[in-house]
């Protein structure tokens, strides 16, 4: 049986970090390129970041770019998030998810396999 279980998420500051992290199991993760996705309070689902599945090619929305980092270990099949300079924004849910297809620029549009999320309040 397929998993993914994210965990990491909780409440934070303006400015703070958080790192929320992704274990898989029921499939063999290190063949696979992962993303990152998001859904905010009333709003649909949007694409964070992805990783290919050797973890030396990597992509992210502009609205995280160059605060966002992702990574995975494939010898512990965990993929990882580390998001710093947290804006009120970036709260949402956080899902880490396989993708299945692409668009023209690169950017996921559907995926296979999805873990249950993690919940990401960035407040005062």
């Known amino acids: 049986e397929v998993q993914l279980v994210e965990s990491g998420g909780g409440l934070v500051q303006p400015g703070g970090s958080l790192r929320l992290s992704c274990a898989a199991s029921?499939?063999?993760?290190?063949?696979?390129?992962m993303s990152w996705v998001r859904q905010a309070p009333g709003k649909g689902r949007e694409w964070v970041s992805y990783?290919?599945?050797?973890?030396?090619?990597?992509k992210y929305a502009d609205s995280v770019k160059g605060r966002f980092t992702i990574s995975r270990d494939n010898a512990k099949n965990t993929l990882y998030l580390q998001m710093n300079s947290l804006k009120p924004e970036d709260t949402a849910v956080y899902f880490c998810a396989q993708p299945t297809h692409w668009d023209a620029f690169g950017r996921p549009t559907s995926y296979g396999f999805w873990g249950q999320g993690t919940q990401v309040t960035v407040s005062s």
């Open positions: 029921g499939f063999t993760f290190r063949t696979y390129g």
């Open positions: 990783i290919n599945a050797d973890g030396d090619y990597t």
